[in-house]
């Protein structure tokens, strides 16, 4: 066996985001950013823009790469999933959001392609978080300190589209934020 097959990845699946797309989205935060005069949100480079899908945490190589062999198998019928962003807002909803977040609305095919890929992710043996699937790209992070005291206004905005790839993405955590390098990708026909 290969070290590097040992070698574990933080890793996580999501739907990828058109340049156009995230050139739009990256519009809007810029926009909302000229009134965050205390500076309470640090935004997000819009390269980092990205629907996730399923989080797994730190997986061995080798078994990433049998997991999107499989991943292929049961998404290769799957046609490419329509999107419609409606609002960007603090999330999540509570008195102290970590967030601020374009929502998507919750279709049919996009709840299905993720229910699928969690249930194929656990069937394959890995243990996922139980979490409630809020379809969202985050834009920006709140600084701590500010989460209580944000006076943001949630914004209705209208940008629709289809994902037609779902990408592997490894990420690694460093002090300016996390740099994400994609490790393969699915095609949604």
């Known amino acids: 066996m290969c070290p590097d097959e040992l070698i574990k990845m933080r890793t996580f699946l999501s739907l990828e985001l ?3 797309v995230r050139n739009k989205l990256s519009a809007h935060a810029e926009m909302i950013s000229r009134y965050d005069n205390l500076q309470q949100i640090r935004w ?3 390269e980092n823009y990205h629907l996730t899908l399923a989080f797994l945490g730190d997986v061995e190589y080798v078994l990433m790469s049998s997991l999107k062999l499989e991943l292929e198998k049961i998404l290769s019928y799957k046609k490419s999933v ?3 962003f409606s609002e960007i807002t603090p999330f ?5 959001p970590k967030f601020i977040a374009a929502m998507l609305e919750q279709s049919d095919e996009l709840m299905k392609l993720q229910h699928n ?3 194929c992710i656990r069937d394959f043996g890995l243990t996922l978080e139980r979490r ?3 379809p969202h790209v985050t834009l920006g ?3 701590s300190r500010n989460r209580k005291s944000l006076t943001f206004q949630p914004k209705q905005i209208l940008l629709e589209g289809l ?3 779902i990408v592997i993405f490894q990420s690694e955590l460093t002090p300016k934020g996390a740099v994400y390098t994609s490790t393969g990708e699915i095609s949604l026909m």
Request: proline share 12%.
């Open 141 to 143: 992070r709140l600084k």
């Open 44 to 46: 997000i480079p819009d």
């Open 163 to 165: 994902y037609k790839q």
């Open 18 to 20: 058109s340049k156009s």
């Open 92 to 96: 999540p909803f509570s008195d102290t």
């Open 82 to 84: 329509p999107f419609r």
């Open 132 to 134: 409630h699937f809020a």
């Open 117 to 119: 890929i969690v249930k």
